[in-house]
T-cell receptor, first 113, second 111 residues
Framework: SQKIEQNSEALNIQEGKTATLTCNYTNYSPAYLQWYRQDPGRGPVFLLLIRENEKEKRKERLKVTFDTTLKQSLFHITASQPADSATYLCALPGSSNTGKLIFGQGTTLQVKP | DAGVIQSPRHEVTEMGQEVTLRCKPI?????LFWYRQTMMRGLELLIY????????DSGMPEDRFSAKMPNASFSTLKIQPSEPRDSAVYFC?????????FGEGSWLTVV
């Protein structure tokens, strides 16, 4: 069955450093992959979408890569700030192509000043 | 736009009671999702509607759960009877193209 794995352990980094989060998937050939941010007590918020024919995508301090051979996406936040502290979720479309998204468990990022 | 609107934000109920969660999707969005989030299982898709029609309800845990979308601007998720293991945050979301917009969630506690 389809499986999405994100680091369950929290990632703690110092302000100003680059945070790198990983999303691995198996039994999947998704047409695209998405990243969401979730703050405590709030719903997830869409950040970026990267398609299978794109190797890399950038938005301000965010960068996402998508390696369909490794079945992995990396999510980078450069010049990290304490305000970047949140849980980050990756999501992939269900294989039945019904439009639904399946989410990973998320990785919590803590940026210390 | 006000975004996806959910009610109630918080609900505490006794085991065996009926719970109804409500959702107003973003105007113009054709698809609506109900997700459930717990620490143990993360974010799970319960049911998905497209143009008010249920497309995929394979995530609905059991017959105690039901969902309706009588029109494009309103959906309900009902649990009857509720059990303590139903305690979770229930999110409604609607989509524009490939992007999902989530509501703030309904925090349900069944005691």
């Amino acid at each position: 069955s389809q499986k999405i794995e994100q680091n369950s352990e929290a990632l703690n980094i110092q302000e100003g450093k680059t945070a790198t989060l990983t999303c691995n998937y198996t039994n999947y050939s998704p047409a695209y992959l998405q990243w969401y941010r979730q703050d405590p007590g709030r719903g997830p918020v869409f950040l970026l979408l990267i398609r299978e024919n794109e190797k890399e995508k950038r938005k301000e301090r965010l960068k996402v890569t998508f390696d369909t051979t490794l079945k992995q996406s990396l999510f980078h936040i450069t010049a990290s700030q304490p305000a970047d502290s949140a849980t980050y979720l990756c999501a992939l479309p269900g294989s039945s192509n019904t439009g639904k998204l399946i989410f990973g468990q998320g990785t919590t990022l803590q940026v210390k000043p | 736009d006000a975004g996806v609107i959910q009610s109630p934000r918080h609900e505490v109920t006794e085991m065996g009671q009926e719970v109804t969660l409500r959702c107003k999707p973003i105007s113009g969005h054709n698809s609506l999702f109900w997700y459930r989030q717990t620490m143990m299982r993360g974010l799970e898709l319960l049911i998905y509607f497209n143009n008010n029609v249920p497309i995929d309800d394979s995530g609905m845990p059991e017959d105690r759960f039901s969902a309706k979308m009588p029109n494009a601007s309103f959906s309900t998720l009902k649990i009857q009877p509720s059990e303590p293991r139903d305690s979770a945050v229930y999110f409604c979301a609607s989509t524009e193209l490939d992007t999902i917009y989530f509501g703030e969630g309904s925090w349900l506690t069944v005691v």
